[in-house]
C-alpha cells in the first residue's frame, strides 16, 4: 500500500477541539468532530453516547453537514474532551465513511505524528457495501 502525504488542516482540528471544550459536557457527549466541506466550510458535532449504541461524533458531522446542504466532506478530524487530543475513527465510523465518502482524509495521530490519512488506508481490505449490491433489473 502506498501512503500518500496530504497536509494536516490544524484550522479543522482547532474546530474541533473548540466544540469538544465548549460543548461536552458530562458522560453523553465526550467526542466533538469537525469536517471540511468541499467548499470551505467546516461542519461541527459532538457524539451522543448511548447504552443503546448512539452515534459516534462523525456520524453526528455526517448528518450535521446533510442538514446543512453540505453532501461532499474532504477531511474530517475527531477529537477528545478534556484535552485529549485527536483520537482515530472507530470501525463502525470508519466504514460508514468509507461508503459515504470514499476520498475523504481523516486526521490521525498524536503530537507531531499527525496526519491526514485517506479513509482507504484506515480500513484495508475494504468492504465496500455499493460494490457489493445485485443491480436492479
Keep these: 500500500m502506498t501512503t500518500l502525504s496530504h497536509p494536516v488542516d490544524h484550522e479543522l482540528i482547532q474546530a474541533a477541539a473548540d466544540v469538544a ?9 465526550t467526542v466533538a468532530a469537525a469536517a471540511r ?18 452515534p459516534c461524533a462523525e456520524l453526528v458531522v455526517i448528518g450535521a453537514a446533510a442538514g446543512q446542504g453540505v453532501h461532499e466532506l474532504d477531511t474530517m478530524v475527531a477529537v477528545g474532551d478534556r484535552d485529549r487530543g ?23 495521530g498524536t ?21 457489493h ?4 433489473e
Excluded at 471544550?21 to 457527549?29: A, I, L
Excluded at 466541506?37 to 448512539?54: K, L
Excluded at 449490491?133 to 436492479?136: G, K, T
Aim: hydrophobic share 40%; net charge positive; proline share 7%.
Design 37 to 54: 466541506a468541499r467548499d470551505g466550510r467546516i461542519i461541527t458535532a459532538v457524539n451522543a453516547y448511548h447504552f443503546t449504541g448512539g
Design 86 to 108: 485527536v483520537i482515530p475513527p472507530c470501525g463502525r465510523c470508519r466504514q460508514v465513511l468509507l461508503d459515504y465518502f470514499p476520498a475523504l482524509r481523516v486526521i490521525v
Design 21 to 29: 471544550r465548549t460543548c461536552c459536557r458530562g458522560d453523553n457527549h
Design 111 to 131: 503530537g507531531d505524528g499527525l496526519r491526514a490519512a485517506p479513509v482507504t488506508e484506515l480500513l484495508p481490505a475494504t468492504y465496500v457495501w455499493a460494490d
Design 133 to 136: 449490491q445485485l443491480d436492479a
